[in-house]
C-alpha cells in the first residue's frame, strides 16, 4: 500500500514561492502517474498539475501555468510542486494523489488511486 506525506506548505505573502514535496513510501511510484490537487474551503478538489512517470510530460490548469513547475526524483521516489508569482487565490489545502494503472498525464481526481493528507497553503495579500 503506497503511502503519500506532502510537506513544505505554510504562510507566504503573494508574489512569493514554496516548493511542495510528496514523498511516497510503503511502495514505489516510479512507473506511477503523479498528480498534484488543491481544495479551498467550501470548494471543489480541483486540478493543478500532473507529471508523467518519466517527467517528460507535464499538464498544468490555466490557473497556474507559467508560475508552478511539477517535477519528480524517481530515485527519491518523491514529487515536487514549485509554486512562484503566489497569489491569493492560490491558497489551498493541497493534495498529492498517485495512479498506479496510467503512466501518462492525468487530469482526472478520479482517476488516481492513491492520495496523500494534504499540505495548507495560506498565500497573504
Known amino acids: 500500500q503506497v503511502r503519500l506525506v506532502e510537506s513544505g506548505g505554510g504562510l507566504v505573502q503573494a508574489g512569493g514561492s514554496l516548493r511542495l514535496s510528496c514523498a511516497a513510501s510503503g511502495g514505489t511510484v516510479r512507473s506511477y502517474a503523479m498528480g498534484w490537487f488543491r481544495q479551498a474551503p467550501g470548494k471543489e478538489r480541483t486540478f493543478v498539475a500532473t507529471i508523467s512517470w518519466s517527467g517528460a510530460m507535464t499538464r498544468y490548469a490555466d490557473s497556474v501555468k507559467g508560475r508552478f513547475t511539477i517535477s519528480r526524483d524517481n530515485a527519491k521516489n518523491t514529487v515536487y510542486l514549485q509554486m512562484n508569482s503566489l497569489k491569493p487565490e492560490d491558497t489551498a489545502v493541497y493534495y498529492c494523489?498517485?495512479?498506479?494503472?496510467?503512466?501518462?498525464?492525468?487530469?482526472?481526481?478520479?482517476?488516481?488511486?492513491?492520495w496523500g493528507q494534504g499540505t495548507q497553503v495560506t498565500v497573504s495579500s
Open positions: 494523489a498517485a495512479d498506479q494503472t496510467q503512466r501518462h498525464t492525468i487530469v482526472e481526481l478520479k482517476e488516481y488511486d492513491y
